[in-house]
């Protein structure tokens, strides 16, 4: 009940938000990422490769966005309340995040971390790496690049994650 609450106040408030004509990572509808949305990214090395899902075998890292804790929505309701107030930005928030690493075909345990996503800079904080939102650039804590991100459908990752999780 409280849930059904909390996103339609968010939709009502981000209803009245500016609409971003930049092409984000992780950007939705409703303007920046929602409190209930989920999202599953893949980083790898090399150039920006678009997998239509998780491939059987490489070396990449597995980023599943969870979706915020009730206590990270409930400041979302009063971020986007308070920001119709002159001199007022919404920074950003923070998600728990499980992390699994790729190697050839074997998968990490899943480690839960925590991101932070920003809205100035653009940047998803993840442990020891980020990604720009701009233009997907997966790089270290140095700004060292280590190669690019991009968003996998996410029934089909979630599914595969949770078959080869167990």
């Known amino acids: 009940m409280i849930k059904k609450l909390i996103f339609t106040i968010f939709i ?3 209803l009245q938000t500016e ?7 992780l ?3 409703f303007g920046e990422f929602c409190t209930m949305c989920e999202a599953v ?19 990449f890292t597995l980023y599943h966005l969870k979706t915020r804790t009730f206590w990270s929505q409930i400041t979302t309701i009063w971020e986007f309340f308070i920001k119709n107030f002159e001199g007022y930005e919404v920074k950003g928030h923070q998600r728990p995040v499980i992390i699994i690493s790729v190697k050839e075909t ?28 701009l233009n997907n650039q997966w790089m270290d804590n140095d700004n060292k690049t280590l190669g690019f991100c991009h ?16």
């Open 106 to 133: 074997d998968w990490s345990a899943p480690a839960l971390g925590q991101a932070r996503i920003s809205v100035d800079p653009d940047l998803i904080f993840l442990n020891d790496t980020k990604i720009n939102r």
């Open 19 to 25: 609409s971003n004509e930049r092409e984000l990572l």
């Open 41 to 59: 990214l893949l980083c790898e090395e090399g150039e920006i490769k678009n997998h239509s899902s998780i491939p059987d075998e490489g070396e």
């Open 27 to 29: 950007y939705s509808q």
């Open 12 to 14: 009502l408030f981000s």
């Open 151 to 166: 968003r996998l459908p996410l029934w089909e990752s979630i599914e595969t994650i949770d078959n080869r999780s167990n």
